[in-house]
């Protein structure tokens, strides 16, 4: 792997690290673009697949803090993950199976709902200590398990974390509060990732190189994110609205280019 690669690969990583880090998700939905127009990776499906990778430890590095914290309500988080990785792997067969320059054009779509999604900003919940017991399964399994399979889906066809979906799926399942959306989240992104880049890395669509240098960028990237969060935490929404904007106008292009 050339220099220019492998620096715009820690560039890249480290930007999706950062986006995650400063406004707590959406970062993965940046990775499939970043690596066909920055890091030149020619093969929407090879990009796809490394950008899945790479999310799921992302995801998987970002869970151990919030498990340390108890922000994250394990019972329901495995339900969703059992749908959703079930979700993920018939939507990843379906997205390898597409041709690549279709499968753009779709995931820029993707990315413009998504942005127009995040302008909307997040609910809170309504139910700050929700348990998936034998009294609440009746109510919550109906909820937890369409939503994940749908949520897998989209996740698995192309190959994103589904943070920005995960989330909002959570809160309209459980009503749970939304740091622990956030951690409980984090569980179910690591599986979709996982289940997505072994379906991807069956069919040689992973570049384990890349893969990681993206994951030491972002390493970097998430804790320079986390302090700037931090400092802007008064202008946190502003910074959001920012980002989605930013979704939106490369989701545009994406799908632009695609067509053309």
């Not at 406004?23 to 990009?47: K, Q």
């Not at 409980?184 to 880049?197: D, K, N, P």
């Amino acid at each position: 792997m050339d220099p220019e690669t492998i620096a715009a690969a820690l560039f890249a990583g480290s930007l999706i690290g950062f986006v995650l880090g400063l406004v707590g998700g959406g970062g993965s939905i940046m990775a499939v673009p970043l690596l066909v127009y920055l890091v030149g990776v020619h093969s929407p499906h090879m990009a796809i697949g490394t950008a899945a990778v790479a999310v799921a430890l992302n995801a998987l590095v970002g869970l151990v803090g919030h498990a340390r914290s108890n922000n994250v309500k394990w019972p329901c988080a495995l339900v969703f993950a059992g749908s959703g990785m079930v979700g993920a792997a018939t939507g990843a067969a379906a997205g390898k199976a597409m041709d690549g320059g279709h499968l753009l054009g779709l995931f820029g779509l993707l990315m413009v709902g998504v942005g127009l999604a995040m302008l909307r900003g997040r609910k809170s919940g309504e139910v700050p200590d929700v348990h998936l017991t034998k009294q609440s399964a009746p109510t919550l399994l109906p909820r937890l398990i369409p939503i994940g399979l749908g949520v897998g889906l989209l996740a698995g066809f192309f190959g994103i974390g589904g943070g920005f979906l995960i989330v909002p799926g959570l809160i309209l399942a459980t009503g749970m509060p939304i740091t622990m959306a956030i951690g409980t989240s984090l569980v179910v992104v690591t599986a979709l990732g996982a289940t997505t880049a072994g379906s991807y890395a069956m069919s040689g669509f992973v570049d384990w190189q890349l893969v990681a240098w993206l994951v030491a960028g972002g390493v970097a990237g998430s804790f320079a994110g986390r302090k700037a969060g931090q400092l802007f935490e008064s202008r946190k929404r502003l910074l959001e609205q920012g980002f989605a904007a930013l979704v939106i106008g490369v989701g545009l292009f994406v799908g632009w280019s695609a067509l053309s």
